[in-house]
């Protein structure tokens, strides 16, 4: 490690034709003029941002040409309070004002499911339909706060329907199609929505997956709902012919309006509600800002990843990870936005490479687990694509490790910004990334974002560099979470991130700062389990196992695992049984249809006990440390410390 920490070759600068067209650039040029500055470097520019942090966001709003009110002064109140810090607490922002203001020709959204359909949205259209799609649900009597849930693929009617919920002040929340039922009822069934968007199915792998049933059988149990939309993708015959279903077409054909009135909000009204992992029970509802989002994806989407007017974004994603809401903000800069539903890997592994090159897309952003895998397949891309516009690869997920560097700048493109990206549904954005003015090391994520006051914490709370320790941010930011839902005196919120040091903000990955001041992460410090970049919750897993007859009860971990990390299921099961393919493979299928596919482990093993702790609770992370020949240092706290022997060197783990 402390090799690669020192010694991590540049490989990209940015020309000086690119550096000085870049967001950021002409950001700096303006802090200068204004404040009489001489900022030269992205450090000295990051630097003024935490030191300065209230100029530093009215110089965003006001670079950005944000539609609103700051209010009057001072404009974070109180000045570093976690959680509790308000910015612009006099003023008011409506998000989706700020994506359909002005008079923009052309696309605002392009989309491609698999190879079936390709469809383009124009900025023209794209307002028509949230003005008429806002016109039905105020009609239906959505009021601001009201929350409006979609289970939908990653298609325009979901960031139509995203628009126009913003509009009128209600509140977002997504989940994609391939989560199971249970999945579903679990995240929506905390919110109560009012208004369901959803779908007869989509593509994968070229194959239609129907979920109808799924569907009819998730609004049995939302008895909150009023309405639900359908948006028809795959032409199914379907059941839905009950009084609450209204067909989206039918909508904008009825409901027709050009008219669109932006609720005015404060910064602090909620946007969106997102979901955590759920490692502990039920996932966590984390409630997100209309103005934080705003402020936080200009910088992020505008300055680091250079996205402009008319510049293509595409980040290939689902409704239900956080890089969604995170593509959707490109259209605050009046940028096109790419939508991709499917597998990235039909028909064929450069299926996604094409779609970048076809459409002379700007900046793409994938997981860390998908350039793995085209480099374990030797996929060589920079001999049959230009990429002539592609100016930055995003990647995040998990961590993008040296060799894939190596990978992408030997066989996707040589001048490319690789910017890796780490942040999380926590905060819908970033603590650390790349940007336009800085060089790319192997291995290294460039920087921290700006406003963002990063450090690495030792187990005593000091900053350190070159040694591993938490990742922490020691001064407030606009994506806070407002609240988590239903939490009362704020409890899982404290637990979740200020726990270990007062009023510093501890997000829970493993990390080293460098000596060039970039970042290297080693995975998450918790027991989150993360397969292919995907942050995963074992409760999700254990209800779906504990259903199955055979399977008293189960245990499951992430195992480090070729730059990755893979998931490990331990099972009990009842007297008399066996762990067969057959029952391996109903396990896995329980797992795919209940969750999702991205729960199924990859390895099933079965054992003799469970560790607990004396409170009852499974001791996941002692056996974690196990797998990973880790020395247990809590066998105290256990109610039966003698069953971890079975957990030791177990060769199923070694293949």
């Known amino acids: 490690m402390e090799k690669d920490i020192i010694s991590n070759p540049v490989m990209w600068t940015p020309s000086n034709e690119s550096l000085k067209s870049s967001q950021m650039f002409k950001f700096v040029k303006a802090i200068n003029d204004r404040y009489n500055l001489d900022l030269i470097s992205f450090a000295d520019l990051h630097s003024w941002s935490v030191n300065n942090k209230s100029d530093f ?54 989309f491609k499911s698999e190879d079936r359909i390709r469809k383009e949205i124009s900025w023209k259209d794209i307002k028509i339909q949230t003005a008429t799609l806002a016109n039905f649900l105020r009609k239906q009597g959505v009021v601001k706060g009201d929350r409006v849930a979609a289970y939908m693929p990653n298609m325009p009617e979901t960031v139509i329907m995203m628009l126009a919920t913003s509009s009128i002040g209600a509140v977002f929340s997504s989940a994609s199609p391939d989560f199971g039922v249970d999945g579903v009822i679990d995240r929506f069934g905390q919110i109560e929505p009012k208004i369901l968007l959803t779908t007869d199915g989509y593509w994968y792998n070229g194959k239609e997956v129907n979920i109808t049933t799924k569907v009819l059988d998730i609004i049995k149990l939302l008895p909150s709902l009023e309405k639900v939309i359908f948006a028809p993708l795959l032409d199914i015959e379907t059941e839905y012919v009950v009084d609450k279903f209204v067909n989206y077409n039918a909508i904008q054909e009825k409901h027709f309006t050009q008219e669109i009135f932006f609720e005015p909000l404060a910064l602090d009204d909620p946007l969106y ?18 103005g934080g989002v ?50 990235p890997f039909f028909p064929n592994s450069e299926i996604l490479w094409n779609y970048v090159d076809s459409e002379k897309i700007n900046f793409m952003g994938v997981s860390a687990k998908y350039i793995d895998a085209l480099s374990k397949e030797n996929i060589i891309i920079i001999d049959k694509f230009k990429l002539t516009d592609l100016e930055t690869i995003g990647s995040t997920g998990s961590p993008l490790v040296h060799e894939s560097f190596d990978y992408i700048y030997k066989n996707v493109k040589k001048d490319v910004s690789v910017a890796s990206l780490s942040g999380g549904t926590d905060i819908v954005g970033c603590f650390i990334g790349g940007n336009p ?159 999702s596919p991205r729960h199924v482990p990859s390895k099933i093993i079965v054992v ?33 410390p003698e069953c971890l022997e079975e957990y030791k060197n177990i060769e199923e783990l070694r293949d």
């Open 57 to 110: 966001w009215s110089s965003i709003w006001d670079f950005f040409e944000i539609i609103g009110s700051k209010g009057n002064t001072p404009y974070i109140e109180p000045e570093n309070q976690m959680p509790g810090s308000k910015f612009f607490p006099n003023g008011s922002v409506n998000y989706s004002e700020n994506i359909l203001s002005g008079h923009i020709s052309g696309a605002a959204i392009i």
């Open 273 to 290: 509600i997102m979901f955590s992992s759920g490692t502990t029970g039920k996932p966590k509802c984390i409630v997100h800002s209309n």
């Open 437 to 595: 003015m800085s060089a790319v090391r192997r291995g290294e994520i460039q920087g921290p974002i700006l406003g963002m006051d990063v450090h690495v914490y030792n187990e005593n709370g000091q900053s350190i560099k070159n040694e591993k320790g938490e990742l922490v941010c020691k001064q407030s930011f606009p994506t806070m979470p407002l609240f988590f839902w239903k939490d009362k005196k704020n409890k899982k919120y404290h637990e979740a991130y200020f726990n270990k040091y007062p009023n510093v903000w501890c997000h829970g990955d493993y990390i080293v700062k460098t000596e060039n001041n970039g970042f290297i992460i080693f995975g998450r410090s918790d027991a989150t389990l993360n397969p292919g970049g995907v942050r995963i919750g074992t409760s999700e897993i254990y209800r779906q196992v504990e259903q199955i007859e055979e399977v008293l009860e189960g245990l499951v971990v992430g195992q480090i695992w070729k730059a990755d990390t893979r998931v490990v299921l331990f099972v009990r099961l009842k007297p008399n049984y066996d762990l067969t393919e057959e029952l391996i493979s109903k396990v896995k299928t329980k797992i795919k249809t209940g969750a």
């Open 608 to 640: 003799n006990d469970i560790p607990r702790t004396k409170s009852g609770k499974i001791a996941e992370l002692a056996v974690r440390d196990l797998i990973h020949d880790k020395k247990i240092n809590n066998e105290t706290a256990l109610s039966n």
């Open 294 to 343: 705003l402020l936080k994806h200009l910088v992020e989407v505008g300055l680091h990843s250079n996205s402009r007017k008319n510049s293509k974004v595409f980040y290939f994603t689902t409704c239900g990870w956080m890089m969604w809401n995170w593509l959707v903000s490109g259209l605050l800069l009046k940028s096109t936005i790419y939508l991709y539903d499917g597998s």
